[in-house]
């Protein structure tokens, strides 16, 4: 069977991470509100998709990433993306906490929360390694490219022909139109913590 290259967006600061009064505050004065077009990433949704770019040359997974796609299977705004939310907010809290105490200005605020935006970004488009050179992903993401039969190598101009002729569609004003919400069983300054005291149910 042929590869399906439909994708979705998936958000970098996820939604869960807004519903926090203090959090949402924070990030509408540093100007990053959840649905403008910089708070998603665009991922695949098929994990025989996601696996067989996995498999690819590692220069076929640098132009996907080049064309600012993600590397790793859409989770939506699902429990497996929990450990990041959680994250997200405690790093927001703290900043918050030090915009307070140090009487931050708003540029100071802003690039706080770009900083960690950046980060949390590349961790969105797995762009992130461990020291094994293994692609760092949420278990729920393991367990589905992991178990997923590749039928044919991946083809990155085709999927880079479906990305171009899908967008027209994709996208309002600019704006990438809502992520498609589906259900997820519950998976078994610049942040200086390794991915696995962020993360605890995150792959090492």
């Not at 067989?52 to 796609?69: E, G, I, M, N, R």
């Not at 993600?70 to 497996?80: K, T």
């Not at 100071?108 to 590349?122: E, I, P, Q």
């Not at 992903?137 to 101009?157: G, H």
Request: charged share 25%; aromatic share 8%.
């Amino acid at each position: 069977m042929p590869l399906i290259y439909d994708y979705d967006f998936q958000s970098i600061f996820p939604l869960a991470v807004y519903k926090d009064d203090t959090c949402q505050r924070l990030l509408a004065r540093a100007g990053i509100a959840h649905n403008i077009k910089g708070n998603y990433v665009a991922l695949f949704r098929d994990p025989v998709t996601v696996a067989a770019l996995w498999a690819a040359p590692d220069t076929v997974k640098a132009a996907v990433l080049k064309s600012d796609f993600g590397i790793l299977l859409f989770e939506g705004e699902s429990d497996s993306t929990r450990d990041k939310a959680e994250f997200i907010k405690k790093t927001l809290l703290e900043h918050a906490a030090q915009s307070i105490s140090a009487n931050w200005d708003d540029r100071t605020v802003k690039m706080a929360a770009f900083k960690l935006h950046m980060f949390c970004k590349s961790i969105t488009k797995g762009e992130l390694v461990d020291e094994r050179g293994k692609i760092r992903c949420s278990n729920w993401v393991e367990q589905q490219v992991r178990a997923a039969r590749v039928t044919e190598p991946f083809d990155v101009s085709q999927a880079l022909d479906a990305m171009i002729s899908d967008v027209v569609g994709r996208t309002a004003g600019g704006r990438p139109t809502p992520p498609t919400q589906t259900a997820r069983p519950t998976p078994a300054p610049a942040p200086r913590i390794s991915l696995r005291s962020i993360f605890g149910r995150w792959r090492q």
